[in-house]
């Protein structure tokens, strides 16, 4: 093993992190989730394709896990039938790190056909592209140039989309006053759930 050549690249990784823009796009994202979410009662739709796609799985069920009902929606199977998910009230966060992915621009007409006026909160490494133009927040990744030994492979980028999500998740747990009581009624088994409910005095 070379460990001064991992070094560098957990460094590089963790300088993308540090360098991710702090703007008033994140709390504009966070109003748009608690006011559909929590005050209109609708919920988060998360999507994106490949690599962005599972960050997008994660982003849901983590919010949902800490309170905030989220579903992720695949955005090619939208396509033949699942946009049927897209309800009143609920707000989409879309993840592209280029900002031109077919078919999640595509998504976005498709939700605006089904629900006029649904707001969209974006993910990505390009905030001059027709993603984030259609975006009522925008939350930049600061484009770092990824770690793979080709610079093609989604590494250093999903890491910061990642950790946007995180931010994000947090920030919201903490809005809403989520509790250790809130996290084990929706955790009831596994060592968190074990965990959280003692926190919470269940046990």
């Known amino acids: 093993m070379h460990k001064q050549e991992i070094q560098s690249l957990l460094n590089i990784e963790a300088q993308a992190v540090a360098s991710i823009p702090i703007t008033d796009e994140f709390g ?36 949902s896990s800490t309170g ?8 090619s ?13 609920d707000v989409m966060l ?41 975006a009522s927040a925008c939350l930049f990744t600061g484009n770092p140039p990824e770690v793979c030994a080709l610079g093609l492979t989604p590494t250093t980028s999903t890491t910061t989309m990642t950790v946007i999500g995180d931010v994000l998740v ?17 955790h009831h088994g596994g060592y968190l759930g074990d965990k959280s409910r003692k926190a919470a005095g269940l046990e």
Do not use: C, W
């Open 170 to 186: 947090v920030l919201m747990m903490k809005r809403i006053g989520f509790s250790n009581h809130d996290y084990a009624l929706r």
């Open 77 to 89: 199977e939208a396509q033949h039938g699942d946009l049927g998910v897209v309800q009143e009230n």
């Open 28 to 63: 504009k994202a966070l109003d748009l989730i608690y006011e559909y979410v929590h005050n209109r009662k609708g919920k988060l739709i998360t999507s994106g394709m490949g690599k962005a796609g599972q960050i997008a799985i994660n982003m849901a069920t983590t919010f």
């Open 68 to 75: 905030t009902p989220s579903v992720f929606l695949h955005p």
């Open 94 to 134: 879309l993840i592209s790190n280029s900002g031109k992915t077919r078919e999640i621009l595509e998504l976005i007409d498709l939700a605006k056909g089904l629900r006029p006026g649904i707001p969209f909160i974006v993910i990505t490494g390009n905030k001059e592209s027709l993603l984030a133009e259609a």
